[in-house]
């Protein structure tokens, strides 16, 4: 984006700081019909990247950011450079194992859409910085009333869903990731050229279902219970959204969460004394016993804040004796 300051521009107002021109950008669609934006820089520039024979290993998952912060030739006019976001777009030799993986792949699909596996291992091929794909036949969605609603009965219908790669790349929200609108129609032009014309096809991101946890806990004496409160928070959505803290981890349709499960993970902290009182919500939704997807490109994922409160008694130190 480029502008042209006008000469009769003043650096004079009554609002914001002086001494600087300050531009308003407006949007006049709706918000959702947007992408999320990481970051608005001035003064911002594309550089490439140029083998000199430089080790190629970044290549495969980007440069993180802050690893470029100078120049190879200092010029006066230039103040300082910053990296502030990871590279993209870079991708490494083609191994052995990759090319032998490709060419056993072509001749399985032999460059065809049709079947579930050909959409599927496709795209991944096509498209580097895609993740994970689902393909579902005899599906579609609509928009109706400013309302996602999809239809799992609908013969000549294909819905791909995508999740992006996630590992040293730009995410706006790591618990959410979000295949960008300018992919999603990508993605959608590649499969229209190798599928039957008489296929509907429509590409879009997963469903993401925020679960919250509601628990009373008691902490072992001695353990602040502020601090605590919000390390067993973190400890609970790093549970539920392994994924936004492990590089290792990865993302599941269909999983659902168990609260037995849940209550064995937190009873295993060592700042846990016991918990009760535990519940599942999914909006409007309580569970005692499990929360599942909703339908089949809904993924669980944790809410960033979590409904925890502090139980009045305590287990520990306690012995209780029966008589048989």
């Not at 072992?220 to 409160?229: P, Q, S, V």
């Not at 539920?240 to 599941?252: D, M």
């Amino acid at each position: 984006v480029k502008f042209v300051m006008p000469a009769a521009a003043t650096c004079e107002n009554t609002l914001l700081p002086g001494r600087v021109h300050w531009i308003r950008a407006k949007i006049q669609k709706e918000y959702n019909a947007v992408c999320k934006v990481l970051q608005i820089s001035a003064q911002s520039v594309l550089a490439e990247f140029s083998d000199a024979g430089n080790d190629l290993m970044h290549l495969e998952k980007g440069l993180p950011a802050q690893s470029v912060s100078k120049m190879v030739t200092r010029l006066s006019a230039v103040k300082s450079v910053s990296q502030p976001f990871n590279s993209f777009g870079g991708k490494p030799r083609e191994t052995d194992a990759a090319w032998y993986r490709r060419v056993s792949e072509r001749l399985r699909h032999k460059n065809r859409a049709i079947t579930v596996w050909d959409y599927e291992h496709l795209i991944l091929q096509q498209f580097p910085e895609i993740y994970k794909v689902k393909c579902l036949n005899h599906s579609k969605v609509e928009w109706k009333d400013n309302k996602t609603q999809y239809s799992f009965l609908s013969p000549g219908n294909v819905l791909i869903v995508v999740i992006p790669d996630i590992v040293s790349k730009n995410v706006f929200d790591i618990y959410q990731p979000r295949v960008s609108k300018a992919t999603l129609n990508a993605v959608q032009r590649f499969v229209a050229r190798l599928n039957s014309p008489q296929v509907n096809v429509a590409v879009i991101n997963p469903e993401y279902e925020e679960v919250t946890v509601r628990l009373s806990v008691k902490f072992h004496k001695g353990y602040d219970e502020n601090y605590y409160k919000n390390l067993l928070n973190s400890d609970i959505t790093k549970l539920l959204s392994p994924w936004a803290f492990e590089n290792a981890a990865g993302i599941c349709f269909g999983t659902a969460l168990h609260r037995s499960s849940i209550i064995h993970s937190i009873e295993k902290l060592s700042y846990v004394d016991y918990v009760e009182d535990v519940k599942l919500i999914r909006g409007n939704e309580i569970s005692t016993t499990q929360i599942v997807p909703s339908c089949p490109v809904a993924i669980l994922v944790s809410a960033k804040m979590h409904d925890i409160s502090f139980a009045e008694k305590t287990c520990s130190g306690t012995t209780q004796i029966h008589n048989i």
